[in-house]
C-alpha cells in the first residue's frame, strides 16, 4: 500500500523558515521522482517542486524559485522541501507524492499515485 507521511509544517513569521519532510513507502522509492504539492484555502492544489530519482534534476514553481530547495535522501526513503524567506501566500497544506513514470529531467506534471498522505500545514504570517 502506498503511502506518505508529511512532516514539519508550523506556524512562521513572514521572512522565516521550515524544513518539511515525506516519508514514502509501499513503492520502490529510489526509482521515483518525488514533488511536493500544496493547497492552499480556496485553491486548488498546484504542485511547487520535483525532483528526479537520482535528484540530479529538480524543477519549481515561478513563485518559489530561489527560496525553496528539494532534495532527497533514498537510503531512508525521504524528500525534503527546504523553504526560506516565507510568505503569507505560501499558507497551505503541503503534501508530497512520486511521479509513477521515471523520467530523466523532473516535471512538475509528474503522474502521481492515487494515494494521498495528511500533509502538514504551513502558516506564514504577515
Known amino acids: 500500500q502506498v503511502q506518505f507521511v508529511e512532516s514539519g509544517g508550523g506556524l512562521v513569521q513572514a521572512g522565516g523558515s521550515l524544513k518539511l519532510s515525506c516519508i514514502g513507502s509501499?513503492?520502490?522509492?529510489?526509482?521515483?521522482?518525488m514533488s511536493w504539492y500544496r493547497r492552499a484555502p480556496g485553491k486548488d492544489r498546484e504542485s511547487v517542486a520535483s525532483?528526479?530519482?537520482?535528484?540530479?534534476?529538480?524543477v519549481y514553481e515561478d513563485s518559489v524559485k530561489g527560496r525553496f530547495t528539494i532534495s532527497r535522501d533514498n537510503a531512508k526513503n525521504t524528500v525534503y522541501l527546504q523553504m526560506a524567506n516565507l510568505q503569507p501566500a505560501d499558507t497551505a497544506v503541503y503534501y508530497c507524492?512520486?511521479?509513477?513514470?521515471?523520467?530523466?529531467?523532473?516535471?512538475?506534471?509528474?503522474?502521481?499515485?492515487?494515494?494521498w498522505g495528511q500533509g502538514t500545514q504551513v502558516t506564514v504570517s504577515s
Open positions: 509501499g513503492f520502490d522509492f529510489q526509482y521515483h521522482g
Open positions: 525532483i528526479t530519482s537520482n535528484g540530479d534534476s529538480t
Open positions: 507524492n512520486a511521479d509513477r513514470a521515471w523520467r530523466s529531467v523532473a516535471t512538475m506534471d509528474g503522474i502521481t499515485f492515487s494515494s
